[in-house]
């Protein structure tokens, strides 16, 4: 959990990012997050900062975004040591607030299985790039070959592909007619300083995360977001009842609930249910052990609930969608 996880020793913090997060996903990352967890001089260095701050995704985005090499560890050794000072109000002033927009092709087949209109309303949204999943295509692979949707106005230029295991691909796109977030510090995507602090966010060998995000930015220019700037639980109520009563309330979050605490995770569950809505939750598993553990097989996967149901197994960057057969 990356509540817990944030107050390990640094050194313990970048071994864990190295072999569970980074290893086989970002080859360039993973060597970095190895080569700071055996190095006590750059370890000390980052000790210095407050907790929250220690990540290895804020670390190392913050030391991206002023130029330092990754190619090699050795390299950005010398570069994060002689760049020490500058480094630090990058990482005290910016928040890793990856938005992924291609987790939309996994939310994709509980909002289908709903009927609209819908008010979306995204808790921890960033820029709110996943507010538009009725604005994108999809392609979707199954056994019997691949399936594709596209908004009723034709082919977005983002295009999401997801392999689908065990699920019939979706086969509509959302009504949505209102669409809202919250978050702490909602970013302008269409700034663009922000919109490269964003991409910095992306792990270095995902070139095509990188073009979707402004991809996505531009979609959501044209009709931007209501983003609200609040710690969720205090604005969910307020703004959930600022929906149209006419739309089925559809509440929502991807890689947010793992930076609360867990009582913060208890009361966001309390309100949520409490609420008239339709919940859908795709997090990692340890958000909440006692509705997903028991079911996940594929290590790093998160799970995407209904109203507090396991339903699958999500690949964090929205590419694989699978079903769990046997939900409790
Ligand atoms: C990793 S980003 C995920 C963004 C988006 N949900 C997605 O899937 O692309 C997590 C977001 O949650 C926000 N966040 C974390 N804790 C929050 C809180 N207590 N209240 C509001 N927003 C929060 C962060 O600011 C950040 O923008």
Redesign the pocket.
Known sequence: MLHEYRTAPVAELYARFAAVEARGVSPLYEALASGVSEDGEVCDHIAGLPDQKRQPNLVFAASRHLGAPVDDYGQWREWILAHWDSVVPVAMER???????A?CATLLPALAEIEGPIALL?????AG??LYPDRYSYAYQTPSGTVTLDPETGPSPVLLECELRGSPAPTSLPNVVWRAG??????DATDPDTRSWLETLVWPEHHDRRTRIAEAAAIAAEDPPHLVT????E?LPTLAASAPPDAHLVVF????LA??PKD?RTQFRDTVTSLDCTWIS?ESPGVFPETTAPHQTEAGSFTLTVNGTPKAQTHPHGRTYTALRNPT
């Open positions: 928040f890793t607030q990856t938005n992924e927009a987790r995204e808790v921890g949204a960033s790039l996943c919250i978050d702490r510090n909602p970013l609040a710690d969720l639980n604005a979050h991807s890689a947010v930076y609360l913060a795709n």
